[in-house]
């Protein structure tokens, strides 16, 4: 969805870097979320945001921080990244007061770590 | 643990021929289920969203349906085309709230 984009959309880097991955949303959304995706497995929660002041974890927030810059901007870091960090990941959206509630995701940033 | 399984892993129909997915749950409390749509290297697209009491939903040529006592969901996919090819993702939202399940997904290839 063009609404949420991610940058980069592709990075290489090696064990111990500090790597950030960037979302931005023109939807207006509220709420957003980090996902990562590996291969055959479902997408795990790392962090998500209900508004600029609030930060969550999820199911796998260990070896990641996160930082709402603004309504519209959310970022994920690595701060040491290691190899078993290598997946895709995906930014998410989400209006609170949308019945539906719908996620709409990013393109994804395909991470390698070295 | 709340849990999504979706079968089979993966499917190869040709075009123009129908296919059913299938996705199981144990997620409780459950509060809808969807169907997300997932082309390579893009991120999921929403088709259909189903409520308790809801137990069949159309977009199109997909059609998705929900039997919230055996905790089961079908995806089918009528009269498939080349772009059909993708993987399909069942996600079940926890109670009230905006915390989603995802299953594996299964990954649909639709040959000429």
């Known amino acids: 969805d063009a609404d949420v984009t991610q940058t980069p959309r592709n990075r290489i880097t090696k064990t111990g870097k500090r790597i950030m991955l960037e979302c931005s949303q023109t939807k207006g959304h509220d709420r957003m979320y980090w996902y990562r995706q590996d291969p055959g497995l479902g997408l795990q929660l790392i962090y998500y945001s209900f508004d600029v002041k609030d930060i969550n974890k999820g199911e796998i927030s260990d070896g990641y921080s996160v930082s709402r810059q603004a309504q519209a901007k959310f970022s994920l870091s690595l701060e040491s990244a290691i190899p078993n960090q290598t997946a895709l990941y995906f930014c998410?959206?989400?209006?609170?007061?949308?019945?539906?509630?719908?996620?709409?995701f990013g393109p994804g940033t395909r991470l390698l770590v070295l | 643990k709340n849990q999504v399984e979706q079968s089979p892993q993966s499917l190869i129909i040709l075009e123009g021929k129908n296919c059913t997915l299938q996705c199981n749950y144990t997620v409780s409390p459950f509060s809808n289920l969807r169907w997300y749509k997932q082309d390579t290297g893009r991120g999921p697209v929403s088709l259909t969203i189903?409520?308790?009491?809801?137990n069949t939903k159309s977009n199109g040529r997909y059609t998705a349906t929900l039997d919230a006592d055996t905790k089961q969901s079908s995806l089918h996919i009528t009269a498939s085309q080349l772009s059909d090819s993708a993987s399909y993702i069942c996600?079940?939202?926890?109670?009230?709230?905006?915390?989603?399940?995802f299953g594996g997904g299964t990954r649909l290839m639709v040959k000429p």
């Open positions: 189903m409520t308790f009491s809801e």
């Open positions: 998410a959206t989400s209006d609170s007061r949308g019945l539906k509630k719908t996620q709409y």
């Open positions: 996600v079940v939202t926890i109670n009230a709230g905006n915390m989603l399940t």
